[in-house]
Each structure stands twice: as structure tokens, then as C-alpha cells.
């Protein structure tokens, strides 16, 4: 079985300051990892992936994620945050092993809110 | 990376009709899925469609309700069948291959009334 967890319904951050929105994970293999931001009457955008090689993942509009084998976990980062990256942010998981199927299974989503 | 072309964008129906959405991809692709975002939550995994074989249904997902068509490996339709309030979500259709980059569609916003 797979799983994603965001614990935080909602993160808040000034502009400015850097921010992290939180993702664990279960699989029974090795993971296959992404994150995917929706903007309000949006569909997802693709932010960054995680697959294998180096654990920090760069992504589009400055976005980069980590990979913590140990922690199982893959949190999203960004240095300076900017208004405009306040949206829904999802986490995805997708086990390596096949026979878990090919399909992404979703995090509850993360609402980040950045004020000015 | 593949484009997806999703239609209708958004629609109000009438409760006991039934909607069909489309998703055109401009290159081949094996697979393809179908998932449902209710307001307010996470995305749910409906079906894999792969081209030449029956849809793979999820858990609490069934054939009658949510039919699905793949006719070849650039096309497939999802249709939502016999419409109560219920249904109202955004439906999205989605490409992987092998891991790889999962592209999404733009999503069917579905009101029912």
C-alpha cells in the first residue's frame, strides 16, 4: 500500500521569508515523488519530481524539494516567498513497484497563504 | 512533455443526466487515469484507462456509474452517468508513463442541480 501525508491543512508566511510545506510517505519500494501546485479554478501544475539520483530536486518558479529516505520525506521549499505562490499545494507518491499500480496517490493538499 | 486537451471546461446539469468529458493528447501514450477532486479535498483516483483493454476501477468506483472509453492511445472519454448532487467535483484526466512526468488536464468543473 501507498500513502501521503501533509500534516499542515494550512501554512502562512510573510513575503519574503522562506517557506516549507510538509510531505511524508509510505510505500513498500522506492518512492516516486512529486509535487503539483492548483491555483483557484485551475488544474495542477507540475512543480518538481523526485525519481532517483540526487536528493535535492529543483523545480519550476524556484521551488525545490528534498528527499529524506530515512524520514520518508519530501518537503517543498522555497527561499523568498512571493504573494502570487499562494495556492494549493499537493504531494504525490507512486510506488517504483509496479504492481502497485501506475497511478499517482495524492496528499490531502496544503493551502499556502503568503501575505505582503 | 504531452499536452492535454480537456472538454467541457465546466457544466451545470440537471440531477439523473449523465455527462461525457473528454481528454485529447497530442502524442501516444499508454496510460491514462481518471480522478475525481470533491470541493475542498484531494484528488481520487476513478480508473486507469489503457488503450485496448477495460478500465481498471478503484475502490467504491464502479463501470455503471463512471463508464470509460479508450478508443486509441490519444483519446479517452470519461462519463458520468445518472448525475446526483453528489457528483459535483472537478474531474481530471491524467498521463504517466513509467514514473515519468504525470501531466494533467485543465479538469471538468461539474455542478449538479
Known amino acids: 500500500a501507498q500513502s501521503v501525508a501533509q500534516p499542515e491543512d494550512q501554512v502562512n508566511v510573510a513575503e519574503g521569508n522562506p517557506l516549507t510545506v510538509k510531505c511524508t510517505y509510505s510505500?513498500?519500494?522506492?518512492?516516486?515523488l512529486f509535487w503539483y501546485v492548483q491555483y483557484p479554478n485551475r488544474g495542477l501544475q507540475f512543480l518538481l519530481k523526485?525519481?532517483?539520483?540526487?536528493?535535492l530536486v529543483k523545480g519550476s518558479y524556484g521551488f525545490e524539494a528534498e528527499f529524506n529516505k530515512s524520514q520518508t520525506s519530501f518537503h517543498l521549499k522555497k527561499p523568498s516567498a512571493l504573494v502570487s505562490d499562494s495556492a494549493l499545494y499537493f504531494c504525490?507518491?507512486?510506488?517504483?513497484?509496479?504492481?502497485?499500480?501506475?497511478?499517482?496517490?495524492f496528499g490531502k493538499g496544503t493551502s499556502l497563504l503568503v501575505t505582503p | 512533455s504531452a499536452v492535454i486537451s480537456q472538454k467541457p471546461s465546466r457544466d451545470i446539469c440537471q440531477r439523473g443526466t449523465s455527462l461525457t468529458i473528454q481528454c485529447q493528447v497530442d502524442?501516444?501514450?499508454?496510460?491514462m487515469f481518471w480522478y475525481r477532486q470533491q470541493p475542498g479535498q484531494s484528488l481520487t483516483l476513478i480508473a486507469t484507462?489503457?488503450?485496448?483493454?477495460?478500465?481498471?476501477?478503484e475502490s467504491g468506483f464502479v463501470i455503471d456509474k463512471f463508464p470509460i472509453s479508450r478508443p486509441n492511445l490519444t483519446f479517452s472519454t470519461l462519463t458520468v452517468s445518472n448525475m446526483s448532487p453528489e457528483d459535483s467535483s472537478i474531474y481530471l484526466c491524467?498521463?504517466?508513463?513509467?514514473?515519468?512526468?504525470?501531466?494533467f488536464g485543465s479538469g471538468t468543473r461539474l455542478t449538479v442541480v
Open positions: 523526485y525519481i532517483t539520483g540526487d536528493n
Open positions: 484507462a489503457n488503450q485496448g483493454s477495460e478500465a481498471t476501477y
Open positions: 510505500v513498500s519500494g522506492n518512492p516516486y
Open positions: 502524442s501516444q501514450v499508454t496510460m
Open positions: 491524467s498521463l504517466g508513463e513509467q514514473g515519468e512526468g504525470y501531466t
Open positions: 504525490a507518491v507512486r510506488d517504483s513497484d509496479s504492481n502497485s499500480g501506475y497511478a499517482l496517490n
